[in-house]
């Protein structure tokens, strides 16, 4: 692919996935990061036209800003391949297991990273039967969530048995397939993973949250709305506690096989091991979002750790151009 000055970069944002508005913000903000470096920036909303309009513009590189399926689960990564377009972030088979939290945690859990006990949940079970073998196994305290969205939609958490058939009932709402896991209480904390250019974490964040929002948690609301939570850095952890969620954090990355960038979420108990939640392939990039809190806390400039993952794509492109002309 190109090595000029100048290269021509292509955002695809937007989408069907229920994250799409999120997405769209988060493109508003990378593009005007990239805009102090680059000037030829186009925007392309992920519809089913999207190949026609890539395959026109031919871009040097693309940079899926993309929040949920389809996109961030290795569809649109599959197509770049296949068109030979080289792209930010990871690769298809990264981008797909990550989006399923189940296959995430089994790949997880066999390399010893500590994982809340679970049970799936089909949605042709019925939701009074998936309320008693919720009860059955794992109590009435539980988290319930859909097996393949991300920013939180349709995540629930229960305290109650009253509680468990409306939160069942709205994650089925979302998913063919709900996840139930046994309620941790501890502080929620997130670390943001770079390679820039080897595979380094960012400071560990801890998400503060209002009395308002304290019983229902870090959602969508919480996430993406100004006020609502709060990013704090350092992490009130202990010193060991942080070290493990930024080594877990950096385990799960190799693991899985992501690329470029990710972000991993914990939630950490008192005097205990951080608990492994999820990985997010594409994590939020709005000016409310996490990992530009990260970078801003590791003393980087957001503007040049999205150029420098553009250059990674480049020259990634570069070697596959290589390998196919030789």
Known sequence: MSGKPNPSVALIGGGSSPEADISRLSVKHVQAALSRHYSDIHVLELTPAVAVK??????????????????????IQG????????????????????????LTKRLLQAHGIPLAKDIVIKRGTGVEQAVR?????????VVIKPRSL??????SLARHPEELEAAFRKAFSLDTDVLVEAMIVGKEVTVAVLEHPTVIPLPVIEIGLPKSSALSGYGYDEKYTKGRSEHIIPASLMDH????????????FEILGCRDFARAD?????????????????????????????????????DDVLVSQV????????????????
């Not at 890539?54 to 569809?75: K, N, R, Y």
């Not at 991300?150 to 995540?155: I, K, P, V, W, Y």
């Not at 999820?278 to 590791?298: D, H, K, Q, R």
């Open 79 to 102: 197509l770049l391949d296949i068109m030979q377009i080289p792209y930010v972030g990871s690769g298809v088979a990264a981008s797909a297991l990550a989006m399923d939290k189940v």
């Open 133 to 141: 073998d919720t009860l059955e196994h794992l109590g009435a305290s």
């Open 54 to 75: 890539l395959h026109h513009l031919a871009p040097d590189v693309a940079f899926p800003v993309l929040h949920g399926s389809p996109g961030e689960d290795g569809t």
């Open 311 to 326: 250059k990674r794509a480049l020259s990634r492109g570069r070697v596959h151009a290589k390998a196919v002309d030789q």
């Open 150 to 155: 991300g920013s939180s939609l349709g995540t």
């Open 241 to 252: 506690q942080s070290r493990l969620c930024e080594a877990y954090a950096v385990k799960a």
């Open 266 to 302: 914990f939630i950490v108990p008192d005097d205990q091991e951080p608990v492994f939640l999820e990985i997010n392939t594409i994590p939020g990039l709005t000016s409310l979002s996490l990992l530009p809190s990260a970078v801003e806390a590791a003393g980087l400039a957001f």
